[in-house]
């Protein structure tokens, strides 16, 4: 029989996504779970997986194309459907409000896959090449760093469970960032050609067509100002380069970046109003506990602003492991929705495209941005008026003038700057 694969809720609110790529064509057999598809939406790049066995007979859209949720994804020629099945194909279909939860969607395929028919032949699974597993299971696995393919499954067709992911050992985490001391995303070494021989229109959708909104909007609304300051980071590049080797160990290549976020940590304590949230009619501001430091990043996607959480209850190696892992996973497309979200202040590296100052555009609702410029060897006179090579670095701070002041903005600054241009000072407040 055949029946159509109804794409799933893939994030709250999101009503439609372009098909950024198959893993399927037509006449191809799949098996349940099996990744289908790849799609963009205005937040994350998602994988699709199959909640059926079959042979695939039509695809609705070609890659590029936009997807309506609820709509059908592609059809597909099955042995048998089970109740489970038919119940969460049909919710799918019929939904026009109050749409599911991506973990609702979750559930539903969870549930499903485990009364499937064992019409599948075990050697589909193989030829797959992945685990077999729920997309619930594989976000577990995910936050745990658990390669799924080293897991014995308890499931039928050695699917595994999440009490499965219990016994599993956690992977260190093995992505290094890139070689620019403060990169956090590299540039690409072979920029898209541009066709010089006419003009060319396309559509501005995805992550670009969402920065082009926030941006607009956090101008519109914020009045911001901008603060420019160097920082003389010889001290500070040396105690990098000592503790490369160490870091490495570890899986981690060491940037610069980690002290910078380190330091950020530390001294928004003693300034509380620039880890702050200020309401729409800026008639309320909000003190926030937790320091969330966004990252900037220049991807092929577009600009993709993941956050490392929790930076001060972290170890300069933690601090490190997560920067790398998040940047490996914006340069893939792969941050989740909740990876970009609750950012509470933004670094942003121009300096790894080479430029040195910068008037960033605030990241709403936060209320500040830094932009670092590049690492420059330059002459400053020393204590004692002799010229010597100094690494230097331009930083440019953009602040929410409605609640942030120049005076506060350069206190601040300054305080930061201590740490960072002698690095020792952060050991006597280091947790």
């Not at 603060?227 to 990098?240: A, F, G, S």
């Not at 940037?255 to 330091?263: E, G, H, R, V, Y």
């Not at 003693?270 to 990252?295: A, D, K």
């Not at 490996?328 to 080479?354: D, F, Q, V």
Request: glycine share 6%.
């Amino acid at each position: 029989m055949k029946i159509d694969f109804i794409l799933p809720d893939i994030g709250e609110g999101i009503i439609e996504c372009e098909l950024v790529d198959w893993h399927i064509q037509e006449g191809m057999q799949i098996v349940e779970d099996q990744s289908v598809a790849d799609v963009m939406t205005d937040k994350a790049l998602v994988e699709i997986t199959s909640m059926y066995t079959g042979r695939i007979s039509k695809l609705y859209y070609a890659k590029g194309e936009i997807a309506k949720v609820h709509q059908p994804l592609f059809e597909i020629e099955v042995a048998s459907v089970t109740p489970a099945q038919e119940q969460a194909t049909d919710k799918l279909a019929t939904t026009d409000a109050a749409p599911q939860t991506q973990d609702l969607a979750e559930e539903q395929h969870a549930e499903s896959v485990n009364s499937v028919s064992d019409s599948a032949p075990c050697p589909l699974l193989a030829q797959s090449g992945k685990a077999i597993a729920s997309p619930a299971v594989r976000r577990l696995a995910r936050e745990c760093n658990i390669e799924l393919s080293q897991v014995p499954g308890s499931g039928k067709n050695g699917r595994v469970m999440k009490e499965d992911l219990s016994a599993a050992p956690m992977q260190t985490p093995t992505q290094t960032a890139p070689s620019h001391p403060l990169s956090v995303v590299p540039p690409s070494d072979n920029p898209p050609s541009v066709n010089m021989s006419g003009d060319r229109s396309e559509p501005i959708k995805g992550i670009r067509a969402v920065m082009a909104k926030q941006m607009t909007q956090a101008v519109q609304q914020i009045p911001h100002f901008t603060y420019m300051e160097e920082l003389d980071v010889t001290l500070l590049d040396t105690l990098r380069i000592e503790l490369k080797a160490e870091f490495a160990t570890h899986g981690a290549k060491l940037s610069m970046l980690p002290f910078f976020m380190k330091a950020l940590a530390l001294t928004l304590p003693h300034f509380p109003l620039l880890n702050s949230r200020v309401n729409e009619t800026c008639s309320e501001l909000t003190y926030l506990s937790e320091i969330n430091i966004g990252m900037a990043a220049d991807t092929p996607l577009g600009l993709l602003v993941p956050n490392v959480k929790g930076v001060q209850h972290l170890s300069l190696l933690e601090l490190s492991l997560e920067i790398n892992r998040l940047a490996t996973a914006a340069r893939e497309g792969k941050l989740a929705p909740n990876e970009m979200k609750g950012g509470t202040i933004t670094l942003s590296n121009i300096g790894a495209l080479g430029g040195t100052v910068a008037t960033p555009i605030i990241n709403q609702p936060e209320v500040a941005i830094a932009a670092l410029g590049r690492m420059q060897t330059l002459p400053r006179f020393n204590a004692d008026g002799q010229v010597e090579a100094r690494k230097i670095i331009q930083v440019s701070w953009s602040g929410d003038h409605r609640i942030i002041d120049g005076a506060t903005m350069a206190r601040f600054c300054n305080h930061w700057k201590a740490y960072l241009e002698n690095p020792l000072t952060m050991l006597t407040q280091l947790r």
